[in-house]
């Protein structure tokens, strides 16, 4: 088989920020017809990568050299990237909900004579890249009616209609279940293949990585550490194992990326009985159905579900009534019923929720580490109104280092810190609060396998503190390999209880199809 030739070659790329330099000499080679996967912890220079290919750092703020279809090349915005074929699909979607997928896919590049809008054309021509892409739906639908999955059809859409010759995707499955994901990536396969489309996958999820990369670059504290190449048995597997790709991102072996807990479990902390919550915006509609959940002290509990089984509305129901309507039901903490009725009441009594999103509700992205670490429970270090601002400087600095957050300063804005310690300081704030159950919703999404095992790591060290924690995560076996109880949710109901020990991923899965 002839050797590929290259498509893209960034040449000793060096990108320096005061005080720091974020990439060092990296070097990074796609070739035609290629899926080739970027890897690395979160801070490796991934993103700041991507943003001097993308020309967001224009020409003349970095070293290096760019050489894309064989001409140097000078982007001083994105546009002039999109132009050339470098096309970049972010992790947070970059569509108008309340247009169509035809205007969406031809946004900013209408098909339009004396500004006058050919919606004909617009319809016609979008209908051809949704095939491409097996999107059968009405060019003329709402984005906003998709699923995520399919809204990241559309953007790859998007993407085909500004004639791409390689796509950037960032975390493209972050947010999609294991069904989406795995058609996601049919769909790079079969823009290789058939349409000669190459793409730059980013991922934490490293099994998708070693499942359809052709090459993988790995990045570490902004340098390129080595390619490997990946060649495929007969039956698809990979050459390259995940441990293998975890080696050269951490610089180390993690054998065992689920640490080990031997803490006793106590008695029952948490209790919901008899749990409905109907839909707010259709109340004629169950949304959770009779739920019943036990957490004991020193127990981390799992939920486990496809996307939109009730698993966060169940936690943020219950986390002071934040979702739902006409909800029913009882909440019991130590055997007593408690109130949660706000979500104050609900953080007053011990219960504290670690957000599936972290930027959009669990920060303050403007806010500093020192002011979203004490936001929780202000009281605590406050005298009436007024806040003691050397005491909050002491609990951001003790949390930092008890959580081992990498942050220049307790001063930095949280929306500048990589996800793994922005996710560390949203934990911060929630312990801060004293808490006496602890929610977790998908604590590990959108970071590396370093931060991964860090997070675990503080997890089992909070029951082993006696917090009662109940996590949510659609990563099986994360559910799997943390969890001394698993309760399986599907389509608002609890289906099945199993032992963690004892639990497989196909069990979880025959009970969650079973419904």
């Known amino acids: 088989m002839s050797e590929k030739a290259a498509l893209l070659e960034m040449k000793n790329i060096t990108k320096t920020f005061p005080g720091v330099k974020a990439l060092d000499n990296v070097n990074l080679l796609v070739k035609q017809r290629e899926i080739h996967a970027l890897v690395g912890e979160n801070g490796a220079g991934k993103s700041t990568l991507v943003k001097v290919l993308s020309g967001v750092y224009p020409h003349g703020t970095y070293e290096g050299d760019i050489v894309f279809d064989g001409k140097h090349c000078a982007f001083s915005d994105i546009k002039q990237s999109e132009k050339t074929g470098i096309v970049i699909i972010h992790q947070e979607l970059a569509l108008s909900p309340y247009l169509s997928i035809a205007e969406n896919i031809f946004l900013g590049d209408e098909r339009a004579k004396y500004n006058i809008i050919n919606w004909n054309k617009t319809r016609d021509d979008a209908l051809i890249y949704m095939q491409k892409l097996g999107l059968e739906e009405n060019p003329n639908l709402q984005v906003n009616k998709l699923g995520v999955g399919k809204q990241q059809l559309v953007e790859i859409a998007k993407a085909l209609a500004k004639d791409a010759k390689i796509l950037i995707l960032d975390e493209p499955t972050s947010a999609l279940n294991e069904k989406d994901s795995e058609h996601l990536l049919q769909i790079l396969r079969e823009l290789r293949d058939q349409h000669d489309i190459s793409s730059v996958l980013i991922s934490h999820k490293l099994n998708e990585v070693a499942a359809v990369a052709d090459n993988i670059t790995i990045l570490r504290d902004g340098k390129t550490i080595e390619t490997l190449n990946v060649e495929r048995k007969t039956d698809g597997t990979a050459s390259i194992s995940e441990e293998r790709i975890i080696k050269g991102m951490v610089g180390r072996e993690i054998t065992d990326r689920f640490p080990k807990r031997n803490t006793p479990v106590g008695d029952i902390v948490f209790e919901v009985k008899n749990w409905t919550v109907y839909n707010p915006d259709n109340p004629e509609r169950k949304k959770l159905d009779n739920i019943n959940i036990t957490v004991r002290s020193g127990e981390v509990v799992g939920l486990a579900g496809l996307v939109g089984a009730g698993r966060t509305e169940l936690a943020t129901s ?198």
Not at 330 to 359: C, F, H, W
Not at 462 to 468: H, K, M, S, T, Y
Not at 502 to 512: G, L
């Open 318 to 515: 219950v986390f002071g009534k934040y979702y739902g309507d006409n909800i029913s039901g009882v909440t019991m903490i130590n055997g007593k019923e408690v109130n949660l009725n706000s979500i104050p009441k609900a953080i007053e009594q011990g219960l504290a929720y670690m957000t599936e999103d972290r930027k959009e509700f669990g920060l303050v992205l403007i806010g500093t580490v020192k002011e979203n670490t004490t936001l929780a429970k202000l009281e605590k270090i406050a005298k009436g109104r007024i806040i003691n601002e050397h005491e909050e400087i002491v609990v951001a600095e003790n949390y930092c280092k008890k959580l081992n957050t990498k942050t220049p300063s307790i001063l930095q804005f949280a929306g500048n810190l990589s996800g793994g310690n922005q996710q560390k300081v949203v934990l911060a704030k929630w312990l801060f609060s004293d808490p006496r159950i602890l929610i977790l919703d998908e604590p590990t999404r959108g970071i590396d396998v370093g931060a991964k095992h860090e997070i675990y790591m503080i997890i089992n060290d909070l029951a082993a503190q006696g917090i009662a924690c109940l996590l949510i995560s659609s990563e099986m076996p994360e559910i799997i390999g943390m969890c001394d109880r698993i309760y399986v949710m599907s389509e608002g109901r609890i289906t099945a209880e199993m032992e963690g020990k004892k639990a497989t991923q196909e069990e979880i899965m025959r009970n969650i199809l079973s419904n």
